[in-house]
């Protein structure tokens, strides 16, 4: 029988679903390449012999990409079963919008229902967060891959009507030196995907404008196969003009780009493991950036907002216009009838399900009401950007689309937006690991260097000046700090002219934690991006949650996503900290295995008043420096054992309730004007953390670690490698110190040294002999050497 | 002329992207300045309404063919009598990065003989080559004829950040020596990059980012009305842009970029 | 008529080539023993031209204008007949 058949007056193809056994179902799933289950197939036959008729080819695209894992989260929203008697209904639900349900913060204006999270700022505006991952596209085309997830994302922004301000990015990479010989076929070199990937990244940032101020770049093993790219973008709008007032009537306008075969299936690409085919299969799924288009784009969208001539508007990303179209309908509980011989396209001989699924980049859709057609095409027109009217907004809850006047679809609205839930099982591994039989080195200084030199710690330099990180000239503490370039923890933004108000971005992961254990990996990384906000000065921070994992088909995968949602929950409500948004990458499977589980937090926090930003360099010689917070023997997943080929068990812990005391603690002192300096301390501990503050400077520092406040640790690599959270080094005016130490009493802060002229790092250890002794001008150059050749001054 | 009559033009086409610091710097300093899209310009207003016209920096029409040059033969297919007046009469020009590209493609600068009809240098890919955002030091070696740095003293090092991917400037191999010469005599050079107590970099990176000739950041036109830099001194305005400022007790309202804005106001303040 | 207009724009020798000096130093990193890298840019443009001298003419003019700058830019002209 045949399944397909090419209607003779149209260019569409009816689908022969009404009578189709179960294995044809299979294969018409695999012939027009729809990602869906035969489960799902069926709940669509069933609706389609209730219609008394077969679907088109239009019909049954548009369900499979509103039904793909990348537009309605099936794993984070579906039922996950756990052993015979505990079954979670939304991971989702129960963990990340419980939490911030439960903070209930009145500072959340719009959380996890539009493009991206919104909070308010001050004077009446608001500022918007979005991260987004391109993984698998980056693994086929590093450039095209990450410069369109720059581009996605900051359409995300402009998606809520905001004027986009500032870019994040967190990279993954295998190692740079990874043996050409052992790369299997389709996967690319480390180096390549890095060069192409951060080339990416920093041409469509700076093209359009929007400084890059924030990021990580981060190397495993497991990236080799699956390169990561979390891609982040913050917008400002003035919150009376978030105009989502859409109704019936309203017309559709899709503006930006042409449309062409780009990025077709991108979103079913998105949830398949990447096989060596992949590079065939995926061409068309690879998209060309302009990011000038956008750029104009932009500038039309802030008119339109501004001139309040727009009723709704969203990004067109994953999906095309089918995610676009159906979710604005679906918001504003209409139907919609769109003419897709309307789509300007950049060529003939597209069918009318391509135009519908293209994932062409630069385009947004907007709607207005009839009466602002004309004003709101003319200011695209002044911009010299295409804009068309396509279809519009109607009462009955049906997907009407036409084509050469025909109807190529007619479905409900339900449909396409219940999908039917779907059920995985889950398995809880409790970590099963072991310390090393790790003698104590005789050189710590020789360790330190090498740590210095390790990839994950090394200076990023050489690809963060490849950014342009002050463009808009709002970037007040900027990613590298003073004369040596210096890693800051966190970016500070000035976004308002008329206030004094700053916007602080930071960011936290820790994949290594989570080969021990994903939960205290997940609460790792949002104690860090905590720290780093607060180091700075910010606080009121909100949170974004981007989770790159494995195929959650298996057990042991979807398990360890579990626990990470888990600790996601218990610690976003210790420290109040709520998520607005958040995006998950699933399926990162490669011929070298699944990705190690990565969960990359950001943090969006304010400061009162920028004149009270912090930097981490030392500032001044004699200086008392403080360490706050203690420290475990907890080296488990830490650079140090890393160095030495160790994983270890003894994960960094949380201690929530004491973390919570330590960071407002901080955030006082800082408001008292007491903090000159302040560092959180992170991979590679405390000696990699004043290594830094002092080659950042050019003053040396003498510390005493008898002084180190410690549980259980009685060597010096201990003190000096731990990974312990919630830690921060703070240096303070010898003046203040009596008043300082009085704010942090019961905190767990110690004077561990001071701040010396002489240009070296020494440290004594446990028994009061040096261990450490180093000019800073080594130990800067160590730490630039690794990925900066030419930096090295 | 008082700072409020000053009318600034501050042009942008797809792909500026520092028309609004730009805007906001001369605002800041009491100017009236206006952002004006390029066919806005050409359709609807005119040139000569304005005291001082801007190019800022972005990636005008994606940098395509070279930098800068599409937006330069875009205007002067429309505009170029409008220009040639407007520069007659002596009124400021400013380039900044990409507009200093511009400036360059047009034929406007150096612009040993007025306006020429193909360029006389490049801005080219740096060397080494890639992009780069980070402070650099310059030395004001301008004797007086600029008229964007008359408030900076000759040999002052100054501050200011860069980014850019092509900003090395060069003139044709053989004509070199003569070139400079020139620059030199008619007091046309205006910032090189220079150590931060003043040494100059000798082609020596970092210090000279880009491999630029003779290390020139910056030059004006003979006649000093027409100034290209690819530094950014609208985003070396406010004393918390500065890289250092949290390093500072005392903090200086202004940074360095404000002279060359200041500059150009006093100048047509006192005619 | 329509022809065929290729213009090849390339550096000037004597001036540094950073682009192509990048791309080289990363193939020998390769493993590939190479000497130079020149990157050049070829536009391909369709005109319509009375003869192959007019064609040239315009290719010519267009170079002048636009695509070349000659302080640092050499270029090569080929014409050829669009079937």
Known sequence: ??????????????????????????????????????????????????????????????????????????????????????????????????????????????????????????????????????????????????????????????????????????????????????????????????????????????????????GAIYFDDSYTGNVTVFCGCVGILPLSKYAKNAQAGHILVLAGGKTGRDGIHGVTFASTELTEKSEEIARPAVQIANPIEEEKLKRAIVEIRDRELGSAITDIGGGGLSSAVGETAERFNCGVAVDLEMVPLKYQGLAPWEIYLSESQERMLLTCTPQN?????????????????????????????????????????????????????????????????????????????????????????????????????????????????GPNDAAVLKPLDQSLKGLVISCGMNPNYGKIDPYWMAASAIDEAMRNNIAVGGRRIALLDNFTWGNPEKPERLGSLVRACEACYDYAVMFKAPFISGKDSLYNESPLGPITPTLLITAVGIIPNIEHTISMELKKQDNPLYLIGKTYPELGGSEYYKLNGHLG???????????????????????????????????????????????????????????????????????????????????????????????????????????????????????????????????????????????TE | MNPQDIKVCILRAGGTNCDAETQRAFQ??????????????????????????????????????????????????????????????GRPILGICNGFQILVE?????????????????????????????????????????????????GKVIRLPIAHGEGRLLFPKEKEETLLKRLVEEDMLVFRYCTKDGQPANGQYPTNPNGSFYDIAGICNPEGNIFGLMPHPERALYWWQQPNWTRQNQMLQYGDGKHIFQSIIDKLTKT | MKYAVKIEVSLKPGHSNPEGETTARLLVELGFSVEAVEVSKVYKVVLEASSMVEAEQKAQEMSSRLLVNPTKDDYTISVAERK
């Open chain 1, 373 to 485: 057609l004309e004003a709101v095409l003319a200011v695209f027109a002044k911009e010299d950007v295409t804009a068309t009217a396509i279809g519009k907004l109607i009462d009955e809850r049906r997907l009407k689309l036409s084509y050469q006047t025909e109807l190529v679809s007619d479905i409900d609205m339900e449909l396409l937006f219940s999908p039917p839930q779907s059920s995985k099982t889950a398995c809880i591994k409790t970590p099963q690991f072991t310390e090393p039989n790790l003698p104590q080195p005789s050189n710590l200084t020789e360790v330190l260097l090498q740590l210095l030199g390790a990839p994950n710690i090394a200076s990023k330099e050489s690809v963060i000046r490849t950014y342009d990180h002050e463009v808009k000239g709002n970037t007040l503490l900027k990613p590298l700090q003073g004369d040596y370039a």
């Open chain 1, 649 to 791: 068990a003894s994960v960094p812990k949380v201690r929530g309730g004491k973390a919570k005391q330590t960071f407002k603690a901080i955030t006082k002192a800082i408001d008292q004007g007491l903090v000159k300096s302040c560092h959180d301390l992170s991979e590679g501990g405390l000696a990699v953390a004043t290594a830094e503050m002092a080659f950042a400077s050019g003053l040396g520092l003498s510390l005493d670690l008898q002084k180190v406040p410690t549980q259980d640790i009685e060597r010096d690599d201990f003190v000096l490698f731990s990974e312990s959270n919630s830690r921060f080094l703070i240096e303070v005016a010898d003046a203040d110190t009596a008043e300082f130490e009085k704010l942090m009493q019961g905190k767990g802060c110690v004077r561990i040294g001071k701040v010396t002229k002489e240009p070296k790092l020494h440290i004594k250890g446990l028994n009061g002999q040096t261990i450490v002794d180093a000019p800073l001008d080594v130990l800067r150059q160590r730490w630039k050497k690794t990925l900066n050749p030419k930096e």
């Open chain 1, 1 to 214: 029988m045949k399944l397909l058949i090419k209607r003779p007056t149209q260019s569409v193809i009816e689908v022969q679903l009404a009578t189709a056994t179960s294995a044809q179902l299979a294969d018409i799933n695999s012939e027009l390449s729809l990602g869906l289950s035969v489960e799902e197939l069926e709940v669509v036959q069933t609706y389609f012999r209730r219609e008394n008729r077969n679907p088109t080819d239009v019909e049954l695209q548009a369900i499979s990409q509103a039904w793909s894992e990348h537009c309605c989260h099936k794993t984070f929203k579906g039922k996950i079963k756990i052993g015979d008697d505990q079954t979670i209904n939304s991971l989702f639900k129960t963990y990340i919008a419980k939490a911030t349900k439960q903070i209930d913060a009145p500072w959340c204006v719009s959380v996890f229902e539009d493009n991206a999270g919104i909070i308010k700022f001050d004077k009446g505006q608001g500022v918007a967060a979005k991260v987004e991952t391109h993984n698998h596209p980056s693994a086929v085309e590093p450039f095209g891959g990450a410069a369109t997830g720059v581009g996605g994302v900051i359409r995300d922004i402009l998606g809520v009507w905001a004027d986009p301000i500032a870019c994040t990015d967190v990279l993954g990479f295998g190692p740079l030196d990874y043996d050409y010989s052992k790369l299997p076929a389709g996967v690319k070199h480390p180096k390549y995907v890095y060069m192409g990937v951060t080339a990416g990244i920093s041409t469509y940032g700076n093209n359009m404008g929007i400084p890059t101020v924030n």
């Open chain 2, 106 to 154: 047009y034929g406007l600068l150096p612009g040993f003989e007025g306006i020429s009809p193909v360029p006389e240098a490049a801005l080219t890919t740096n060397e080494p080559a890639g992009f780069k955002c980070k402070w650099v030091y310059l030395k004001q070696e301008n004797q007086g004829r600029c008229l964007f740095t008359s408030s900076i003293p000759q």
């Open chain 2, 28 to 89: 800041e300093l009491g100017t009236q300045a206006h952002t004006l899209q390029v066919s806005e310009l050409i359709k609807h207003r005119n040139l000569l309404d304005y005291d001082v016209l801007v190019f800022p920096g972005g990636f005008s029409y994606g940098d395509y063919v070279r930098s800068g040059v599409i937006f330069a033969r875009h205007l002067s297919a429309h505009l170029d009598k409008e220009i040639q007046s407007f520069i007659d009469e």
